[in-house]
């Protein structure tokens, strides 16, 4: 069951919370994993002489050591670690309930896979007995697979080990998997070692990547190391979407995920389905993110390379054949993509080129540079698209030219209209030449409408291709 969860409260909780002299205190950690629902497992604690790298997370702890507050690193945190639109988690709790409330880095409530809070009910003795999804009027609401409360049962460790879905309704229903309930054993250090499947009638059952069990492996600090996966005859399987039966993973010092192999049910290197190479490895900045992946075949050739700066974007991405040489890649219509970016680290031109290096026209877009431009807030005010020869060239698939952006900071607006090669408005794929995207005060996304070249509104309901 894939249960990784964040929330965050406000400070003013925080201060109820610590109240009657319990004794805040803030804490440093490189990794974070949250599993079985509402289980925080902290890892690789940092010292607070390096708190100043914003690749940590910082948790706040009250005086009986129970979390607040779950900030997530501003960059960084790769690997396993969770992932979620929130920024933080924060943490409120009465007798019989644990609250988990889901924040941005604003400390604007967010949602997360269709809630805004999570309820976890608890019996006598604190263990877990449910999760009820919230909106964000803390009314039951219901996750993408329309789950809005999980049963739980627990082990004689408190554990949870069962969990039963239901909807708004109180029925009982499956998952996107088809599966209506998930079982759980734990091994070392507490860690789910075995997830297993089960129909409405209890028997063991496949999802729809075709496995019914999974096995678990863990290192001394708590990381993944190894996951298979099992028919219900547990029996080695390959899931559907690779063709990988087993996945086996290592990380560096800092629990930092820096390789992971995918084998078949032979335990074999496999290039799985994609394709995809069997071995990845990771390089990372200072800052926790990742600056490049390797991409290696079964003979350990490098066939692919992705670079990326430290701010996360990629800048550099080159395809090799089976002696390592510049290879054109069927599925994309390149060899390399480069991007050179300006004194704030903007991207300004993306190029890309074939196996000899010159300049080559996208065949399904058809262009071969992107051209960015801002203005002096830093913020994208035109893109073009040009040919080999640099010159202006209407985009093959989307149908303009270029793209100009304009910003009303009243109106909480952002306008883009896309034009033709003399700069007319121009309506692309989709059916509309502008595209009017409203947010509210802390500019989060509210609305979009759109129109054609002659100012006409266009019906939402009948768009395609929005980007």
């Given at each position: 069951m894939k249960k990784v969860r964040l929330v965050l409260g406000g400070i003013c909780a925080l201060f109820v919370l610590s109240g009657c002299g319990n004794k805040i205190k803030t804490e440093y950690y490189r990794h974070v994993d949250i599993v079985g629902m509402n289980r925080i497992i902290l890892k690789y604690p940092v010292n607070p002489d390096t708190i100043l790298d914003p690749y940590y997370f910082k948790v706040i702890k009250d005086g009986k050591n129970r979390i607040l507050k779950l900030q997530f690193p501003d960059v960084g945190g790769q690997g396993l670690d969770p992932k979620m639109n929130a920024a933080s988690i924060e943490i409120s709790r009465t007798r019989r309930h644990e609250i988990w409330?889901?924040?941005?880095?604003?400390?604007?409530?967010?949602?997360?896979?269709?809630?805004?809070?999570?309820?976890?009910?608890?019996?006598?003795s604190s263990r877990i007995i449910s999760d009820t999804r919230l909106d964000k009027f803390d009314k039951p609401s219901t996750d993408s697979a329309g789950v809005s409360k999980y049963l739980i049962t627990t082990d004689q460790y408190g554990l949870p080990t069962d969990f039963l879905r239901l909807n708004l309704e109180g029925d009982t229903i499956a998952d996107t998997d088809s599966n209506y309930c998930t079982h759980y054993e734990y091994g070392e250090h507490n860690l789910v070692a075995v997830r297993s499947n089960y129909d409405a009638k209890g028997a063991l059952t496949a999802v729809k990547d075709g496995f019914a069990i999974t096995r678990n492996l863990y290192d001394s600090n708590k990381n993944l190391i190894e996951r298979a996966y099992f028919d219900i005859e547990n029996k080695p399987i390959a899931i559907n979407q690779s063709g990988t039966a087993r996945y086996i993973y290592t990380y560096n010092e800092k629990g930092s995920l820096v390789e992971w192999r995918q084998y078949g049910v032979s335990r074999e290197l496999i290039e799985a389905i994609g394709p995809q190479y069997p071995i990845i490895q990771v390089d990372y900045w200072k800052n926790g993110r990742p600056c490049r992946y390797r991409y290696l075949d079964s003979n350990f050739v490098q066939r692919k390379l992705m670079k990326y700066t430290d701010r996360g974007i990629l800048r550099e991405c080159n395809y090799f054949d089976s002696q390592g040489r510049?290879?054109?890649?069927?599925?994309?219509?390149?060899?390399?993509?480069k991007v050179k970016f300006d004194d704030n680290g903007n991207p300004i031109e993306r190029a890309y080129y074939d196996e000899s290096e010159k300049l080559v026209m996208l065949p399904d877009f058809g262009y071969a540079i992107a051209r960015l431009e801002y203005d002096n807030?830093?913020?994208?005010?035109?893109?073009?698209?040009?040919?080999?020869?640099?010159?202006?060239?209407?985009?093959?698939?989307?149908?303009?030219?270029?793209?100009?952006?304009?910003?009303?900071?009243?109106?909480?607006?952002?306008t883009a209209t896309f034009r033709d090669l003399r700069g007319f408005p121009q309506k692309r794929e989709g059916g509309y030449a502008v595209r009017v995207t409203y947010y509210d005060h802390d500019w989060q996304l509210l609305n979009k409408k759109y129109f054609d070249e002659t100012g006409a509104e266009v019906s939402a309901s009948i768009l395609a291709g929005d980007d």
């Open positions: 409330r889901y924040f941005n880095r604003k400390g604007i409530p967010v949602n997360v896979d269709g809630f805004y809070a999570e309820d976890f009910e608890l019996d006598r510049l290879q054109n890649n069927d599925q994309c219509g390149y060899a390399s993509y807030y830093n913020r994208l005010i035109k893109t073009s698209f040009l040919d080999c020869d640099g010159k202006l060239i209407e985009n093959k698939k989307a149908q303009y030219a270029f793209v100009t952006y304009s910003y009303d900071s009243n109106r909480k607006t952002k």
